[in-house]
């Protein structure tokens, strides 16, 4: 399913996959999840003073969200991954919802993997992904269609702001996997 393209590789921290996944199956995908998710506007980033929220699903890993990681996974092993899922967030972010920068765990070995699941994004209407180290931000990601990265749980990451002017949520897939790379 996935059509292979070399990753854009910064470092070991962090790979980009772009035009691995055909829009057609990113859009399936889509249609399925929103047929069943049940969003509830409680998705935040775990900080105690962050005073807004967005919306979010957590589904359990099975079915759908199986497929999903499997297909994401083939591009993880080429790197010498070994991943396995362990939480499942699907994060929709309308204009003035929140996300504070954060890590996800200060456990080391862990991965997460984010999957935008937009058939169409401007890169005007905003809604990157950030990963930030001394303050500052040194990568950024637009959510563009079928984009996949993958980073180091324990970097300070988010969503920026998405714009007044964008016509619809953004919508992402997190996986947070653990690492046995043993292969």
């Not at 979010?56 to 790197?79: A, D, H, R």
């Not at 991965?111 to 303050?135: C, P, Q, R, S």
Request: contains cysteine; proline residues 5%.
């Amino acid at each position: 399913m996935i059509i292979h393209s070399e990753s854009l590789k910064s470092n070991t921290d962090w790979y980009e996959y772009r035009n691995e996944l055909p829009l057609s199956t990113l859009k399936a995908w889509r249609e399925e999840i929103l047929a069943t998710a049940r969003f509830e506007h409680t998705g935040w980033t775990g900080a105690p003073k962050e005073p807004y929220r967005h919306w979010c699903y957590t589904p359990e890993y099975k079915g759908l969200f199986v497929k999903i990681f499997e297909c994401l996974n083939e591009s993880f092993q080429e790197e010498g991954l070994k991943l396995k899922p362990e939480r499942l967030l699907l994060n929709v972010y309308n204009h003035g919802d929140s996300s504070w920068l954060h890590i996800d765990t200060d456990k080391p070995g862990q991965w997460t993997a984010i999957l935008f699941m937009n058939e169409y994004w401007d890169v005007n209407w905003g809604g990157d992904f950030v990963l930030v180290k001394d303050n500052e931000i040194y990568k950024s990601f637009a959510p563009t269609p079928a984009k996949f990265v993958l980073f180091q749980s324990n970097i300070l990451h988010g969503a920026r702001p998405v714009s007044r002017e964008a016509q619809f949520p953004r919508m992402a897939l997190a996986i947070q996997c653990s690492n046995d790379s043993k292969i």
